[in-house]
C-alpha cells in the first residue's frame, strides 16, 4: 500500500511538475493566443461584411442624390427659375421636395461614411493584432507573462467593442443631422471657383 501510495504520488509530482513548467505556461499562453486569432478572424469577416454593406448603401444613396439633383435642374430649366434666386426655388413644390429629400439622402451619406470608418478603423486595429499575435507567438519564449495577459487584455477590449456593432444595423436614421434646405441650394447653384 505504501508503495502504490509512494508511485502515485511521485506520478503526481511529476504531473504537477509538468504543468507548472515553462513549457505548459508557454503551450497555454499560445492556446489562448491562438483562439484570440480566431475569435479576431471571425469578427474581422464581420466587420468587413459592415464596410461592404456601408459602401453598397452610400453608392445607391448617392446615385438617387444625383437623380434628384438631375430633377431640380431640369424643373429649374422648365419653370426658368435663375440659379442666384433663393426665394423663386424655395417656392417651387418639386425643387422644395427634392431638397428635402436631398437633406435627407446627405445625413444618411454622412452618417453612412462615419459607420464605415468606424468599421474601418477597427478593422486596421483587428488585423495589427493579428499580426502582434502572429509575432508573439513566434517569441512566445521569450514573452513575460505580463506582456502577454496586457496583448489578451487589449484584444477583448476591442472584441467587446466590435462584436456588439456588427449585430446592430449600419446607422439608425434617428440620429441623422439634416441641412438646411437653403444652404443645399446654395451649395448646389454655387459656382466652382
Known amino acids: 500500500m505504501l508503495e502504490r ?9 511529476l504531473v504537477l511538475s509538468i504543468l507548472g513548467s515553462p513549457a505548459a505556461a508557454d503551450s497555454r499562453k499560445t492556446a489562448v493566443l491562438k483562439q484570440k486569432m480566431i475569435a479576431i478572424s471571425a469578427l474581422r469577416v464581420k466587420i468587413i461584411d459592415k464596410i461592404d454593406q456601408g459602401i453598397e448603401m452610400r453608392s ?4 438617387r442624390l444625383k437623380e434628384l439633383r438631375d430633377e431640380i435642374e431640369i424643373e429649374q430649366n422648365r419653370s426658368g427659375i435663375n440659379e442666384y434666386e433663393l426665394q423663386t426655388p424655395l417656392e417651387n413644390w418639386r425643387i422644395i421636395y427634392n431638397l428635402n429629400l436631398i437633406q435627407h ?19 486596421e486595429r483587428l488585423k495589427y ?20 495577459e496586457n496583448l489578451i487584455s487589449r484584444i477583448d477590449t476591442v472584441l467587446d467593442e466590435f462584436i456588439p456593432e456588427t449585430g446592430k444595423k449600419i446607422f439608425d436614421a434617428f440620429e441623422i443631422r439634416l441641412m438646411p434646405a437653403e444652404q443645399i441650394w446654395k451649395e448646389m447653384t454655387a459656382k466652382p471657383s
Do not use: C, K, W
Open 5 to 13: 501510495m509512494s508511485a502515485s504520488s511521485i506520478v503526481m509530482v
Open 60 to 63: 445607391l444613396l448617392e446615385e
Open 129 to 148: 493584432y493579428l499580426h502582434q499575435i502572429e509575432d508573439d507567438i513566434a517569441i512566445i519564449n521569450t514573452l513575460q507573462d505580463m506582456e502577454v
Open 105 to 123: 439622402l446627405r445625413a444618411y451619406i454622412d452618417r453612412l461614411d462615419e459607420r464605415i470608418d468606424y468599421f474601418q478603423t477597427g478593422n
